[in-house]
């Protein structure tokens, strides 16, 4: 049959027929589903049942955050293989933190409408998201991972009005309202060791996925190795498989996203030798205000650098320990820290002082506040041959720990105490310390170094005027020998002491 089909007017893609002979009708092939290709998760994912059960607990958008290295785009990608998506799934990786490879939002849109079947996308960011939501609004349940995000004005464009929808980020993009935060740390002890394959290398990686990764394919490659000897030594310069993987690059991406302001107290901040990073510590390690110090330590915790408590990750302060020697002048560190026993001593003293006074319970907040600093401030200082400053915040601590029943930190100040005096050859100082330390031994339980110090104590300060410290230094004596069976020393300070006694009382 022939067949005369005649075009009367032809207006871009709309043609109008003159005359229509035969006529045959074709389904349009249906659009490819999302992102079928989804990459799989690791098969050496393990655990983080619980983080799995929230995220399927959840709904409409999630943010996973937390430090680089910790597993927050595998824990979205085991999620993903967990659950029904029938309207498909979308992934983009947003290489926020990386300036050279950044995906903007309009390029992200870009390959979302084409997973989608478009044809022909808009060119503008406004057109295609608004493209993009009239598109997914009509299809049954989907899933969208956006990775990688660092701004909260990348991340709106590619939310859906509905679907479910995951965002990874170091950051906790606090600026999503509506979003259900999962923040992620690094993996208990027992998940640790199964994905490195040793329980020594758990904790020298410290339970970081990225670096628990990287060390287990360093084992498989030499098995007979002491691989936790090295990890030790080298850290950081171990955990980089020279391809793809490498914990310090992964922090280096992070710390170049920090301001310069932000840097500078990330890097000073890992000077202080306690566990956790005051705002007032914060505050002499950069000469900011104390209000300034404390802002930038949450900006800190906000991008995963600092944990909670304001406390470094053990792989994140070999960091910046590396970024302090790299980048700051030689001989800030020294300086620094010296700065900081200074300061911390002089006001040690001075709330010890107000522990008398009306101001007692102002004194022990602070007190309260910086105890993690005390103890590790002041061996730091002895160490650095500051005997004077090391002593003095040592000293001036005793009351509070003493009065709060923090015996091991006592039992360590009262030591730093004495090795201060012993350095300065100062005897005096010595044995007031030995007193002191040795009341401290008798609470713990050590009875035979309280005996040791006691005694040496007595005979330098028997003659001394000071009716209080002979009072102390006699009733410790009596207890320490009564308790190192030496019954009749103890009679003999015993009587010593009813002298002291019945002399201050005329």
Not at 18 to 32: E, F, K, R, V
Not at 296 to 302: G, K, N, S
Not at 407 to 435: E, S
Request: proline residues 4%; glycine residues 6%; negative net charge.
């Amino acid at each position: 049959m022939t067949v005369n089909n005649e075009i009367h007017d032809n207006r871009g893609n709309a043609v109008q027929a003159g005359h229509i002979d035969t006529l045959h009708l074709h389904s349009a092939a249906p659009p490819p589903t999302a992102l079928d290709g989804l990459l799989d998760a690791s098969k050496s994912f393990t655990g983080r049942e619980p983080e799995l059960a929230e995220l399927t607990g959840a709904s409409g958008l999630t943010v996973i955050s937390g430090l680089a290295g910790v597993g927050k785009t595998e824990l979205a990608l085991r999620y993903a293989e967990s659950g029904e998506f029938p309207g498909g799934k979308l992934f983009v990786d947003l290489h926020d933190y990386d300036d050279k490879r950044r995906v903007t939002p309009a390029k992200a849109l870009e390959g979302f409408l084409s997973e989608l079947g478009v044809r022909e996308i808009p060119p503008t960011e406004a057109a295609r998201t608004a493209l993009f939501r009239t598109i997914t609004a009509s299809r049954e349940p989907m899933l969208v991972i956006i990775d990688n995000a660092r701004f909260v004005p990348h991340v709106r464009p590619l939310l859906p009005n509905r679907h479910r929808t995951i965002v990874t980020s170091r950051h906790r993009l606090a600026a999503l309202d509506d979003a259900h935060h999962l923040e992620l740390g690094v993996l208990p002890l027992e998940e640790a060791a199964a994905l490195v394959g040793d329980p020594e290398l758990a904790e020298p990686c410290g339970r970081l996925p990225l670096a628990l990764r990287i060390m287990a394919a360093l084992r498989r490659t030499d098995p007979g190795h002491d691989w936790v000897a090295e990890l030790r030594e080298v850290k950081l310069d171990l955990l980089d498989d020279g391809e793809e993987r490498s914990v310090r690059a992964a922090f280096e991406l992070s710390y170049r996203a920090l301001t310069e302001e932000q840097a500078r107290l990330f890097r000073r901040a890992g000077l202080s030798p306690a566990t956790e990073v005051t705002a007032e510590a914060a505050s002499v390690l950069t000469g900011c205000t104390e209000a300034r110090a404390r802002k930038l330590l949450r900006d800190l915790r906000t991008a995963h650098l600092l944990e909670p408590g304001d406390r470094f990750h053990d792989l994140v302060l070999e960091f910046a320990g590396e970024r302090m020697r790299e980048e700051e002048t030689e001989g800030t560190s020294n300086e620094e820290i010296s700065r900081l026993v200074h300061h911390f001593a002089d006001r040690a003293e001075q709330m010890d002082a107000a522990l008398d006074t009306p101001k007692q319970a102002e004194a022990l907040h602070w007190f309260d506040r910086h105890r993690s600093m005390f103890v590790p401030l002041a061996l730091c200082a002895l160490l650095m041959s500051h005997f004077r400053e090391g002593g003095r915040l040592a000293w001036a601590v005793h009351r509070y720990l003493e009065a709060r029943g923090h015996l091991d930190d006592l039992t360590m100040a009262d030591t730093l105490t004495k090795d201060a005096g012993v350095n300065l050859g100062d005897a005096w100082m010595t044995a007031v310390a030995q007193i002191r330390l040795g009341h401290t031994l008798l609470r713990t339980g050590d009875d035979e170094r309280a005996l040791a110090h006691l005694h040496h104590a007595w005979k330098v300060v028997r003659g001394s005027h000071d009716r209080a410290l002979l009072r102390r230094a006699l009733e410790g004596l009596v207890e320490a020998f009564e308790r190192n069976n030496r019954a009749g020393e103890a009679r003999l300070a015993a009587a010593d002491l009813a002298r002291l006694i019945k002399d201050d009382s005329r």
